[in-house]
């Protein structure tokens, strides 16, 4: 990708529900949340990654970890993208 990270998965799936991208670069694990809307006339689609989102977030974010044993990979971070029209706005360390 543009700025150095690899797409370790994407729109993966479990019971809990769906992680939308999974990248990996300069050791760090990027869950990314991927929000869209075609204005923001009522408000940015980053609100809609609300609390019960993003401990839904973690848990996908866990299972996936458990399942995938990434090795060498250290830190682990929540991005939300927002996506507005055309126009991506990425939100690093989103929560």
């Known amino acids: 990708m543009r700025h150095g990270y690899r797409v370790l998965a994407r729109n ?3 019971s809990f529900g769906e992680l939308d991208l999974v990248l990996a ?5 990027v869950f990314c949340e991927v929000k869209a809307r075609a204005s923001a006339e009522f408000g940015g689609p980053e609100g809609a990654v609300h609390w019960a989102k993003q401990r839904r977030l973690r848990r ?3 299972a996936w970890l458990a399942s995938e044993r990434p090795a060498g990979l250290l830190e ?3 991005d939300v ?6 126009k991506v706005h990425v939100i690093q360390h989103a929560f």
Request: with cysteine.
């Open 76 to 78: 682990v971070r929540f």
């Open 25 to 29: 670069g300069d050791g760090c694990i």
């Open 60 to 62: 996908l974010a866990a």
């Open 81 to 86: 993208a927002a996506v507005v029209g055309a």
């Open 12 to 14: 993966w799936r479990c």
